[in-house]
């Protein structure tokens, strides 16, 4: 369901206001750091029922008793049947062999299918016309079990649809429920695969389309008009008396009836904390939020790095409130954020969320991301460096984050005169080959900067928990090497591990590259295993261990210091500038 922000302020009735907006706001930084911020927020699709035709809502799905979370309003006396499906996507962490267990809370009967296939039914039967209907009265309240067998026999690599159509004894009842949960069990342990929270493709009042079972994400924005609450992005200079007003854009999150609501800062003063607030039509505002814009010239940057966030909240809040107490100027994540695979939509308001509550400087300030695509961020979750199937496979982050070169995920991002960034695709919708030459100009356009780092997802030169990015090593680390990058950020691999200083893959003190991360922001970390170690001599040091790093630059080198969600260092490198 929607968050609200509230914000008290005097009024002739001394009532409170609130404008209601979302998930959100993150800041996101592209461009010019210090003049310039992109404020984007998730605006939830409303969860009225829309008869005739898909539209999504949470579950549970029903009228008359109260605790529906979707209301069927206009079911009572009309229609007998709904429809509803979910995608599930695999889960990471969750092994082949878990068993499935599907639970239901319904009134009157149900059947349920998983990837096509029937796996549960319940006081269903033909009517004298042939249609199905329910055959007895059941009260909702307990909810049923069913097991459906491994997780593995249903979830290819695109996940599944799991599909129920609910049945109601008769039009005159005075109430109906449908709602289902999804659940791994595998040695003690349970996951939640689809939840209270989770939200549902669902058709009132009509039949649903022959196959229907195994189709997923075709609800689109609904025609015509969408109704606009939010008037502007109200933003100041903290501490100025008056307010400037810009407009907020809107568009459709993804192919989800959700939408991305948007405003662009443009004209900030640099090293200046920006308030901002929210606007609505009927003149309430948000509660304000704050950030600060990047220094001009030669300043020291603070900034954390680091990616594979969400695999359950919990560790994902914790390492969020440890980006925060680093008291950051902004964080460089390397993908893998939310694990949608381009497939869950409604994953992203719990990312935003966490982010939003969590990852707060001391006094309350958000910490901008500045962002990077990973392999979740893609339908299958795949590294495909030759034949990358291109943004459309990655529609979620592409229309959720601001990309200055539409369409593609690589970008380059400057901090003051002498310190600068490049972040790449590496083989998720982009290929490596696509992106090389132009790679080659961006760093030799920055040549004479005196900081260069480079931000990817899937290692080049990793621990051994995964295969490494050859064709990364192939195409990109000898660019790296020309132009003399201080250190590439990896990620992807579920473990911490930080590499010697490498040159031509050897480790070259003087004149090699370290990388660093392997990506263990809040994930279940992966075993690092000691014979891979002995066949990677390039490898200082490697531990399954969630971290991130805090980076600090300064008039003669940079430092980054490896920690824990408490806080704790357990590793730090030190260099000097190479230029």
């Known amino acids: ?20 907006f979302g998930h959100g706001p993150l800041v996101q930084w592209t461009g010019d750091p210090s003049t310039t911020a992109q404020v984007r927020w998730l605006e939830p699709a409303n969860s009225a029922a829309v008869e005739g035709r898909w539209a999504s809502g949470p579950g549970g799905f029903g009228y008359g008793d109260g605790d529906d979370a979707t209301v069927l309003a206009g079911m009572a006396n009309r229609y007998e049947s709904v429809s509803i499906r979910k995608k599930v996507s695999p889960q990471p962490g969750v092994p082949g062999e878990a068993k499935l267990f599907l639970r239901v809370n319904y009134d009157d009967a149900f059947i349920a299918w998983f990837g096509g296939k029937e796996v549960a039914r319940r006081n269903v039967g033909a009517g004298p016309d042939g249609r199905l209907k329910a055959t007895k009265d059941h009260e909702a309240g307990e ?50 695969l689809l939840g209270k929270e989770a939200v549902w493709e669902y058709l009132a009042n009509k039949e649903p389309e022959k196959g229907w079972q195994t189709k997923a994400g075709a609800v689109q924005a609904p ?9 502007a992005l109200n933003f100041r200079a903290k501490g100025s008396a008056e307010w400037r007003s810009i407009a907020v854009k809107g568009e459709p999150f993804a192919a989800s009836r959700h939408r991305v609501r948007s405003a662009a800062l443009e004209g900030l003063a ?38 594979d966030l969400y695999h359950s909240r919990a560790p994902m809040d914790a390492m969020n409130r440890r980006a925060g107490l680093e008291d950051p100027l902004f964080a460089l994540l390397g993908g893998d954020l939310a694990y949608t695979n381009n497939s869950n939509p409604e994953r992203w308001f719990d990312f935003i969320d966490s982010w939003v509550d969590n990852a707060r400087t001391p006094d309350g300030r958000l910490v901008p991301m500045v962002v990077a695509i990973g392999n979740h961020e893609v339908i299958g979750g795949g590294y495909r460096p030759a034949d990358a199937p291109g943004p459309k496979a990655a529609t979620e982050f592409m229309s959720l984050f601001h990309m200055r070169r539409e369409g593609l995920a690589n970008d380059t991002f400057d901090v003051g005169s002498n ?17 090389t030459a132009w790679l080659e100009q961006v760093l030799e356009e920055r040549k004479d900067r005196r900081g260069l780092f480079v931000c990817y997802h899937r290692p080049a030169w990793g621990s051994g928990a995964k295969e490494d990015a050859v064709e990364i090593q192939k195409a990109w680390c000898p660019l790296f090497e020309k132009f003399k990058v201080d250190a590439v950020f990896e990620n992807d691999h579920h473990v911490f591990s930080r590499s010697h200083p490498l040159a031509g893959g050897k480790v070259d003190e003087a004149q090699g590259i370290p990388y660093l991360g392997s990506g263990a922001w809040s994930v279940d970390v992966r075993k690092v295993d000691p014979a891979q170690l002995k066949k990677r001599p390039w490898i200082a040091k490697a531990l399954a261990l969630n971290h991130l790093y805090m980076v600090e630059t300064g008039d003669k080198g940079w430092s980054a210091e490896a920690k824990a969600a408490d806080g704790t260092a357990f590793d730090r490198i030190e260099r000097p500038w190479r230029r």
């Open 419 to 435: 310190l600068s960034f490049v972040l790449l695709d590496s083989g998720h919708a982009g290929t490596i080959a696509s992106q």
């Open 1 to 20: 369901m929607p968050r609200i922000a509230f914000l008290l302020f005097p009024s002739l009735t001394g009532m409170v206001a609130a404008v209601e």
């Open 143 to 192: 909810w049923e079990e069913f097991e459906l067998g491994d997780f593995a026999s249903f979830s290819g690599k695109g996940g599944a649809v799991l599909a129920l159509q609910g049945f109601n004894i008769g039009k005159t009842s005075s109430d109906f429920t449908l709602d289902a949960r999804l659940e791994a069990k595998w040695s003690g342990k349970t996951v939640v």
């Open 270 to 307: 640099p090293g200046t904390e920006i308030e901002f607030q929210i606007a609505g039509k009927d003149g309430t505002v948000s509660k304000t939020f704050s950030f600060r814009t990047a220094p001009g010239g030669d300043a020291p940057v603070r900034f954390v790095t680091g990616g």
């Open 223 to 231: 025609p015509g008009k969408v109704e606009e609450k939010i008037a």
